[in-house]
């Protein structure tokens, strides 16, 4: 099966093509209700979410497919010891794919190791969380018709932040992206994800620790919560957790198109103020997570949707 561990591994070609799928899933919802008919998918969340899991769910039901799974891992035999391997080569025996989280990095490498069904990570610790980013390229797309020439701001927890990581990587491949990096010194980005944008000559990169004197040269500002899962250590969380916070004060100073992306849960980086600013987009982000998320799952199985052409535009 097409184990979607990372985006690395699908090509960019697939990518485009999950992303013109998405858009005729929105235009074509009834068309494509019965594309996974017969199929079950398993979510296997060993950490908390509301989004991505519930997002995965509803993904093989509006494509006719159903679910099972556990949410808490305190539920599963993991409880009682069962290993990722173990627990993987169980549940491939009911279901047609898997999609995982997992605290651990590696973790839905492990699970796609194990079977030969396909297996999504849905987020692996402070890794690689690769269906958020088909939901930001996807906002991308739909807020600027690209998703690159443009200036992307990422602000917040860069050292944590999974979505991050999966975001600017994948970026890096569709080139000619502008990367402003906001973060406290403790919450850099790590050094393979530097290095992955050294590597794409297109592609350029600062490092800032203030929002406001950057705010005016965004195209997307992608803000970030401050992990507290991921700390070591309270003090330093408590310390970090409200360097940035994103209000209309600030708004003011920001491109009148300007995007502002959050993979959400949010705690206190953006306040609700912003949520009706049209530049506002991460509810959008979530609408789009479900879309990309039936492209990706109806994809992996090898489901055809009803009607839908690779070569013909959708016209909106
Ligand atoms: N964006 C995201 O992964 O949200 P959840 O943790 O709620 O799934």
Known sequence: GKSVVTLDDLTTEQIDLLLRKAEYIDAHRREVAHACDGRIIATLFYEPSTRTRLSFETAMLRLGGQVIGFAGAQL?????????????????????????????????????????????NAGDGGHMHPTQTLADLCTLQSRFGRVNNLTVGLCGDLTFGRTVHSLIETLCRFGNVNFVLISPDELKTPRYVIDRIKATPSCSYVEVKDLISVIGDLDVL?????????????????????????????????????????PLPRVNEISVDVDGDPRAAYFEQVKNGMLMRMALESSVLGDDLPGFDPDKKEVA
């Open 76 to 120: 599963a035999s993991v409880s009682k010891g069962e290993s990722i391997a173990d627990t993987l080569k169980t549940v491939a025996n009911f279901v047609d794919v898997v999609a995982i989280r997992h605290p651990k990095e590696g973790a839905a490498l492990v699970a796609s190791e194990a079977v030969d069904i396909p297996v999504i």
């Open 222 to 262: 992608y803000m970030t919560r401050v992990q507290q899962e991921r700390f070591f250590n309270e003090d330093d969380y408590l310390r970090l957790r409200d360097t940035y916070i994103l209000d209309e004060d600030k708004l003011r100073l920001a491109k009148k198109d300007m995007a502002v992306l959050h």
